[in-house]
C-alpha cells in the first residue's frame, strides 16, 4: 500500500465512530467475576462498530462465563472494549482452538492445576 492510501485509510479510522461494547448489566459481575491473568492471551475478536463489525487481532488479560475484554490497536490508537466471549478465539502458532481458560501448563505441574 502506498504512503497516501494509507493516510487515508489511517483517516477514516480515526474518524470512525466508538466500538459497541457490552453494558454493565449485560456484562453482570456480581453473578460473572471476571478473571485477571498475565501474560496477555493473544486473540481474535469479532469488534462491532455502528454499521459494521471487524475480525481483529487483539489480546485479552481479562474474561468472564460470559465475556471477554479485548485490546487492540486501531491506526494507532490503542482501544479496549467488552464483547460476548462466543465472539473471542485464541490465536495460536499452529496449535488447535482453545478456550481462553485453558492455559498452558505450569511448570513442574502434570495436568496444569496447582
Given amino acids: 500500500m502506498d504512503p497516501q492510501a494509507a493516510a487515508r485509510l489511517a483517516a477514516r479510522y480515526a474518524r470512525r465512530a466508538e466500538p459497541i461494547g457490552l453494558t ?3 456484562l453482570d459481575f456480581d453473578h460473572f467475576p471476571p478473571t485477571t491473568a498475565m ?3 493473544p486473540v481474535w475478536a469479532w ?9 481483529v487481532a487483539g489480546e485479552t488479560c481479562t474474561w468472564s462465563a460470559k465475556a471477554v475484554q479485548v485490546l ?8 479496549s472494549t467488552w464483547v460476548w466471549a462466543s465472539a473471542v478465539s485464541r490465536r495460536s502458532s499452529g496449535r488447535s ?18
Fill in 72 to 79: 487492540w490497536e486501531d491506526a494507532g490508537v490503542r482501544r
Fill in 24 to 26: 454493565p448489566e449485560e
Fill in 47 to 55: 469488534i462491532r462498530f455502528p454499521g459494521c463489525a471487524e475480525h
Fill in 97 to 114: 482452538r482453545t478456550a481462553l481458560g485453558e492455559r498452558t501448563p505450569a511448570s513442574g505441574s502434570k495436568n496444569g492445576r496447582t
Fill in 39 to 41: 501474560p496477555a492471551i
